[in-house]
């Protein structure tokens, strides 16, 4: 018996294998062409940017998918993707592969680390830019079929996430852990060349997605050791700095200073601006978040603001140098860095209306501000279990209640260091004026293990345990009053203690938000009420589901760990 | 048999919905392992998964504990000193450098700043950068010339190379002397108190918890099993059971609109299915549409969750504070 299902299972195998193997493989893509002026348009039938558009709203002009026709999504395909250098590429169809490209100056012995995709894919002119930590992947975005795949060898490093390419013209940039920045030919994956953009010495390592704007690419740091975070704009063509901007003071006379109690703390203060920002081309800002003081959890830093982390921070495009800038928290002590992609949109305040920019912050709370003036207009809590705050203070920033740092006999506080929402990017709905974002409610016991007053490094000095949580959400906030309009929760066995939400959500004119819950299921919910209305199980999504069109057909593509899959309307 | 062997002979059979179901009082079938929702970094495991070495990250090489090792960072990838050279920098970094820097290396009262993350002790790789500010000092600042021979400048330089060979990812420092700390500061009769008003409908101090410090002796992992019900068991999360501990297992009753109901341990939970695990060690799945079925759920945890929102510290500590004295 046992004969005959073998060959059977081989056939049924072999079939995929032919089929992919019956033209020789591809080693080009069609040339994107992204001319940077297409990103200030509405988002459609492209996804040309980290966010889809300039604004971080995740939200698509795309309506072929919509509450009723939902019900019809199927799947278009699936990709596997294989990181490294092993077996000349190609993923699951390993036949039809294409050949990798291996850049970097890394061992040739470490062993890759297998494919993750937890940033957001681009879909231009009919290619999808996929990445994972050291590789980046061109595929056909009407099968998933491979078209190049570039390999780099890492010195080492922290690999924890990539975010993304970024398209200029022909041309891709993305940073590999090791801090290369590093720009390919975009129809050959050939590299053009690449800059060591951050010191791996220093423990430096990079996730960001570039950032496009004009003639300049923008990148940011990532660290948990005590470094200064930065972010820095490239020339697309040479990759030559054009600006550098610390979100901590660097200097004697620089802002902020007075908030550190001298300028060698301020310069090992952390403020990592972990995530891409947003662009408003209006007044050529460049608004991201930045991270949170370093050591995270313990004395070394006085009893100041700690300014710049934490914050939303603005700066020209064109010449690095801040324009306003937003605490969210004073001080952090609980690795909670405000390093989310923020959003811009118009809304209507006390019967005024005002171009805006939101938050939502990884402690818990809910920021509006005026994006063209900096000045302060929304703070909230969004985090229902959320308990470390004493007070809003006057200028709209969230003051910490000292009992609840970390302390030697613990401290009982929510949210976790991982945060109400870490990096996953929330969304937001011009049909519904609602923020989407992902709310968790877990409680840990913080337990100082470090009481020495020089403080430790990094994450280092705190024990940390979760004993529970109150519940995660897909939660949708009217950002003009941060006021939560509803909460839909993610249901799971373990007792309030399952995930939802990973990877971030998209939304978009269909009046649908995507995002995957704690069941390991892609669903689709209505972006009116939050009610589900159709789902896949493919396990923990891993990414923002993106969307773009083809031949007609409106494809949503998401993500779990190394695989992609493609929905679309069934045919 | 296999447990789905057994199932989808049931099933077969068509006796899937005419098994009847005990409470379950043993212990339930093991739930199918939820992998992690991978974060961006920071943040614990949740209750009952063992803490991974590194909660993001993939597939982490090991660190090398001691520099020369295949770690991830250049200051571990350096090949590993001479330990007896080591030592002896060691005892001179204490003498000559410690009362400014500290004999740790992270900063003294002198106002020496932290060697640890300082930007020329990473950059240096062979002493080209730190030994020209040993040897001759920093003008203008109190970094003196030193008077100390070459060889023991070298030592000096290894021993700071070692040191920084063992931070640890996410920048935590190199291990140092383990520094006991008290956790039990809380007044153990408003701790009873407590207890007696929170506490005491579901546990007893002469019952359940009987003897619960001396199964639990340590009072911080005490701590984490009381606030948490049992989830959280050791450091960090995971860990043994101890004995005694109590499980804490969540039932519930599925009731289809048609058809009798079905109990038993709850294994999964979304908007779409449920699946319960059945005494015979089968599972049982049923679709949800909106209300159908009914769902009933006991968690014995429920308390403990409630208590959550609604406990001080203060409160935490005295409780703590009573619990170790239940020998």
Known sequence: MRTPSLVLTLSLLAMPIGLAGQGPAPTTAPAPSLDPSRLTQPLAEDWPTYSGDYTGKRYSALTQVDRTTVKQLSLAWTARLSAGNGAGGGGRFRFGGAPVIVGGSGPADLPAVPANVKGTPLMINGVLYVTSPDNAWALDARDGRELWHYFWRTKGSTPIANRGVGIWKDYLFFVTPDNFFVSLDAKTGKERWNKEHADFDQQYFSTMAPIVVDNHVIVGTGNDIDSPGYIQSFDPETGEIQWRFYTVPMKEGDPGLDTWPNLQSAKYGGGHPWLPGVYDPETRLYIFGTGNPIPAYTAGRGEGDNLYTCSLVAVHVDTGKMAWAFQTSPHDMHDWDSAQTPILFEGTIDGKPRKLVSTAARNGYFFTVDRVTGEHLVTTRYGMATNWAKTIDKKGSVRRNPIKDPTVPGALTSPTSGGTINWEPPAYSPDTKLFYVTERNGYAIYYLTDPDPRGSMGLGGKEEVAVGSAGNFLTAIDPTTGKVVWRRPYPSAGGGFGGGGGGGLLTTAGKLVFAGDAGGNFVAYDAESGAPLWHSRIGNVSNAAVTYELDGRQHILVASGDMLYAFALYE | ?327
């Open chain 2, 1 to 327: 048999m296999r447990p789905g062997s057994a199932w989808v002979a049931a099933a077969a059979l068509g006796m899937a919905f005419s098994v009847t179901v005990r409470a379950t009082s043993e212990a339930p079938p093991q739930a199918p392992a939820q992998p992690p929702v991978i974060e961006g970094h920071g943040g614990p495991p949740p209750p009952g998964q063992p803490t991974p070495a590194s909660p993001q990250t993939p597939a982490p090489r090991p660190a090398g504990p001691g520099g020369g090792g295949p770690g991830r960072f250049p200051a571990q990838q350096r090949p590993k000193g001479d330990p007896e050279v080591i030592q002896r920098g060691r005892g001179l970094f204490a003498g000559a450098c410690g009362p400014c820097h500290g004999a740790d290396a992270r900063g003294g009262q002198l106002g020496g700043p932290n060697l640890l993350r300082s930007e020329l002790a990473l950059n240096d790789k062979d002493g080209e950068l730190l030994y020209p500010v040993i040897k001759n000092g920093r003008p203008g600042t109190a970094m003196v010339p030193t008077a100390l021979p070459d060889p023991d400048i070298a030592a000096v330089i290894a021993f700071v190379h070692d040191l920084h060979s063992k931070i640890g990812g996410q920048g935590n420092p190199p291990p140092g002397d383990e520094v006991e700390l008290d956790i039990v500061v809380g007044n153990a009769r408003a701790g009873e108190a407590y207890f007696g008003a929170n506490c005491a409908s579901c546990h007893s101090a002469s019952g359940d918890l009987k003897g619960l410090a001396t199964r639990v002796a340590q009072p911080k992992a005490l701590q984490n099993l009381w606030v948490s019900g049992g989830r959280a068991l050791a450091r960090g999360g995971g860990g043994v059971r101890p004995v005694g501990a109590p499980r804490t297992v969540t039932t519930a009753t599925v009731s289809p609109a048609s058809g009798e109901s079905v109990k038993g341990t709850l294994l999964r939970l979304d908007d779409f299915m449920v699946t319960l695990a059945l005494p015979d060690g089968s599972q049982r799945t049923f679709r949800r549409a909106g209300d159908n079925p009914k769902i009933e759920i006991v968690d014995p945890l429920e308390g403990h969750r409630a208590l959550l929102g609604k406990l001080t510290d203060a409160n935490m500590h005295d409780v703590t504070a009573y619990l170790v004295t239940l020998k």
